[in-house]
């Protein structure tokens, strides 16, 4: 995930909780549900830039990209290139 694009999911969350505190704090119910609105839209925002940069993940696994650790270093050092048989 983007810092930019967590740091918007955080702040409408955080936006949405403060929104619905004052709606409870002064009874005023439309306010309460738009700051439930507004914290969904967040987790919902924050949850796809999760899955986007899982699928980037494995794409770039996929395709053997240097952006993480080899595939034998994510078995844990088992298998035909380390040696062990």
């Given amino acids: ?3 930019g694009e967590k740091r918007e999911s955080k702040v409408e969350q ?3 909780k403060l929104k619905e ?3 409870k704090f002064t009874g005023n119910e439309r306010m309460k549900s738009q700051g439930r609105g507004e914290q969904t839209r967040g ?3 924050e949850t796809t830039e ?3 940069d899982t699928a980037r993940g494995f794409t ?3 395709r053997g990209d240097s952006a993480g650790p080899a595939p034998e270093e994510r078995r844990g050092g088992e298998g035909p290139d ?3 048989r």
């Fill in 1 to 3: 995930m983007s810092t």
């Fill in 14 to 16: 955080m936006r949405g």
């Fill in 21 to 23: 505190a004052a709606g």
């Fill in 43 to 45: 987790n919902v925002r």
């Fill in 50 to 52: 999760d899955a986007k």
């Fill in 60 to 62: 770039e696994g996929l």
């Fill in 82 to 84: 380390t040696g062990r």
